[in-house]
């Protein structure tokens, strides 16, 4: 919402208060301000002109010389506009002035004729081709409406000039929508006198009921529709303190009963709009539906189809206007116009906000309708248009009004406390204080023993119950005068054990080398096609957004790979020579049944590459985070069907008959996707299922009493033999006394025949009771190398 100050002070004294004070007293009452414009500060030595003499510059064609009379002297300016004759009023910028864009003017030859200052466009006058009145041409000069008092400076005439202050309005609060709406913030907020303005109509003639009747048939959806008729109707450009406010104000004038609707619009909130009474035929106004189907050009010229749900204003024989969005083309107002029938409406917001969605057609009007207008304010809004139009001579008021509202909109009383107000902002005001708030908000406030009525106007349709007085006490009171306290509580903060296993799960991994990143839930569909994963992939189960951003982010990732991908190949081509990254984040499968919320499920994915990076270090980092979370026997089963992993250097991560996930060596042709010319190592785990198993209580383990006896072996197997099936024999026969197995060595070379590997273990005996004999160990060492060489057909290396 655009705010012209001069204009608002036109409803509110706030003389004596500097703009900046202004601004942050609508801060501090609740108003919040994106912006405060100074219009023309830069302007200089820019005053009213008339041309007296046109000639044709002698050198130069498309230039001519003109004399300009400024009052004090007629000066000679040389220019190239088309668009003017001699009489015309016009803003000429003398020797040495200044534009709203700070750019001088000095005087200067042209083609050897002496020009002692410029002529001004609108573009020049600081005002934008959007905004510039309609009778203006935008190429050409700035053609004052009438005769002004030669010499005067263009800012007393045009009104460019002041502050703009653009305020961003909350859904909650459409009746700031409006210049009355905020100056009524003014009054509460700065302890002025606020008035609204005098609505008065002088002359009137005829009877309305003898140019047009009104009807309603659904009153649900227009619950009061008021009608004035204007006769002998001028069209002609509005004046230009009309054209300037409106400018401020963000809307482009157009011509005087244009103008009128807009202004009265942007000054009450209430949207209005002018048919041509000629074209209603049977000079009746019916309020119903559409029907199926039925197409309607509104005034943009647009044809467009409509369904038996939207709402129109119709005549006697077809539709003259979308009810609440637009009017129709066929009874616009033109230059020909002679009588017109004013409308000033309530429609309901949800609907308008329908129609408005499904046509794709977003107007002030709707615009305003769809946040809330004071059913109340619709016939002051018709008579203070007549006003204008009376006043500007633009037309004669017919007598009388047609006013359809079957059920009026009444204020509503609701008992306040100001005791509980004062516990809630720990504030000491007196009922009287609190009165004084309200009455400045227009509130009535009634005495109800140690409570008070309030009666809320209609046009604060937020007010519904006792909080939202509080509020209102605490902004005008002002937020900055209340006490700082904390809140008394009993309750204490704390972590969930999930989030507690989250942050270990983080520090772990940190503590391995890994930078933690964050991304986007939304991907692309490509992202899948980049991983290689199948058609019939249970990753393709995505859930689609309705309205995305962009094809890149039209979908939900139902797993973290691709991402951590893509932050990899980011760094790789920015040549960054290692990077490792993991991400603890959400993934999202979609059910079969579409009614049903998706499978939201958390994962942690690991990436990595360089030069020293490989499988073993990955799994060692996977290793980590189970043995710091306290999950024992975790297996790791070879995979080689994996779509996006390299098919022999791929693990499976294996707890009981639980899947927890996958860790492994990226495809080359993932990696190829990605724009990789190098080894990734990738993983990604089932969180969910890490937080039911995680154990993170920690067990008092009394230190060893008894001696430990160490034998190593080095045994001599296949290649397609895994550590994992040598490790699980040794398990199975070490009995109670095997207290450790490690892996310290794996040889393949001269010594060992090609198509086997050497590997050596340590392995630790203890017993808790004694100390463990030499023929003991030797025993359960020897079944050990027994079971080995036999079920693996291995052979022990000496």
């Known amino acids: ?41 830069n302007i200089k030595k820019i005053v009213v002109g008339k041309i007296l003499e046109i000639e044709k510059h002698p050198d ?18 040389v220019t190239g506009a088309d668009n003017v004759k001699v009489g015309d009023y016009i803003p000429v910028i003398l020797n040495g002035g200044r534009l709203p864009d700070g750019t001088k003017i000095k005087k200067g ?92 109509l002088k002359e009137e003639h005829g009877d309305i009921k003898e140019y047009i009747s009104i009807d309603i048939e659904d009153t649900k959806l227009c619950d009061r529709y008021v009608g004035k008729v204007i006769t002998d109707v001028k069209i002609k450009p509005s004046p230009l303190w009309m054209q300037s406010r409106l400018m401020k104000a963000g809307v482009r004038p157009i011509n005087n009963i244009v103008d009128i609707t807009n202004y009265v619009m942007i000054e009450l909130g209430q949207p209005l709009h002018a048919f041509d009474l000629d074209y209603i035929e049977g000079n009746q106004i019916i309020v119903k539906k559409a029907k199926e189907g039925e197409m309607f050009k509104t005034l943009d010229e647009t044809e467009r189809k409509l369904d038996s749900n939207m709402l129109l204003i119709c005549d006697a024989k077809k539709a003259v206007a ?11 107002v033109k230059d020909t116009t002679k009588t017109i029938f004013l409308e000033s409406a309530h429609f309901d917001g949800d609907h308008v906000r329908a129609t408005s969605k499904k046509l794709a057609l977003r107007t002030e009007a709707s615009s305003r309708f769809e ?9 002051i809004a018709a008579n203070r248009a007549c006003q204008l139009i009376e006043e500007l001579g633009a037309g004669r008021i017919v007598k009388g009004n047609i006013d359809v509202y ?16 004062n516990k809630v902002l720990g504030t000491s005001l007196s009922t009287e204080e609190m009165k004084t708030i309200f009455e400045s908000l227009e509130f009535k406030v009634e005495n109800h023993g140690e409570n008070v009525i309030v009666t809320v106007p209609t046009f604060r349709h937020d007010m519904e119950t006792e909080v939202d007085f509080v509020e209102e006490v605490a902004r005008i009171y002002g937020f900055n005068n209340l006490d700082t306290t904390l809140p008394k509580s009993n309750s204490q903060g704390g972590k969930t054990i999930g989030q507690i296993l989250e942050d270990q799960a983080k520090f772990i991994l940190n503590a391995a080398g890994m930078n933690e990143i964050q991304t986007y839930s939304f991907v692309s569909p490509k992202s899948l096609d980049l991983l290689c994963f199948k058609e019939d992939s249970l990753m393709r189960n995505t859930i689609k957004l309705l309205n995305p951003l962009g094809e890149e982010n039209s979908i939900m990732r139902t797993t973290i790979m691709g991402n951590v991908l893509e932050v990899l190949a980011r760094n790789y081509n920015r040549n960054v020579e290692r990077a490792k990254a993991f991400e603890l984040g959400n993934t999202f499968i979609a059910q079969e049944d579409e009614k049903s919320l998706p499978l939201e499920k958390k994962a942690v994915t690991l990436g990595m590459y360089g030069k020293e990076v490989d499988f073993f270090e990955i799994k060692g980092i996977v290793e980590k985070l189970f043995e710091g979370l306290g999950i024992e026997d975790v297996a790791y089963i070879p995979e080689k069907n994996h779509p996006t992993f390299h098919p022999g250097r791929c693990a499976n991560i294996i707890y009981k008959d639980h899947l927890l996930g996958v860790f492994g060596e990226v495809h080359p042709d993932v990696a190829e996707n990605y724009g990789m010319n190098t080894r990734i190592y990738l993983g990604e785990i089932d969180f969910e299922l890490i937080l039911q198993l995680a154990k993170t209580d920690k067990f008092y383990k009394q230190l060893p009493k008894y001696p430990a006896m160490t034998r190593d072996f080095a045994l001599v197997v296949k290649d397609d ?36 590997k050497s590997v050596a273990y340590s392995l630790v005996y203890r017993s808790k009771d004694r100390t463990l004999t030499d023929e003991e160990v030797t025993k359960v060492h020897g079944k050990i190398i027994e079971e080995l060489e036999g079920k693996l057909d291995g052979t022990l290396r000496e």
């Open 1 to 41: 919402m655009l705010v012209s100050l001069e204009w608002l002070k036109e409803y509110v004294n706030l003389d004596n208060i500097a703009v900046e004070d202004i601004r942050e007293g609508f801060i501090m009452s609740g108003s919040n301000i994106e912006t405060v414009e100074a219009i023309g500060e």
């Open 60 to 77: 130069a064609k498309s230039l001519i010389v003109t004399q300009i009379d400024i009052g004090e002297e007629v000066i000679q300016i």
């Open 109 to 200: 030859k042209l083609r050897g004729i002496l020009s002692n200052g410029m002529m001004c466009s609108g573009q020049e006058l600081g005002i934008t081709d959007n905004l510039l009145p309609m009778n203006q041409n935008k190429e050409g000069i700035y053609i004052l409406d009438k005769e002004y008092p030669l010499g005067t400076d263009i800012q007393e005439i045009t009104g460019l000039k002041g502050h703009v202050i653009e305020f961003e309005i909350t859904p909650n609060r459409p009746d700031c929508l409006s210049m009355i709406g905020m100056a009524r913030e003014a009054q509460a907020t700065f302890n002025r006198e606020f008035k609204y303005p005098n609505v008065a």
């Open 322 to 332: 979308l009810a609440g969005v637009m009017g129709g083309e066929n009874s616009e």
């Open 371 to 379: 946040k809330g207008v004071d059913p109340n304010v619709t016939l």
């Open 406 to 421: 079957p059920n009026p909109v009444k204020e509503k009383g609701i008992e306040v406390r100001p005791t509980r107000i």
């Open 721 to 756: 033999i895994y550590v994992k099936q040598i490790e699980d024999i040794v398990k199975e026969n070490g009995g109670k006394i095997l207290e450790s197995i490690k892996l310290f060595d794996v040889y393949k070379g001269k010594q060992v025949e090609e198509g086997y």
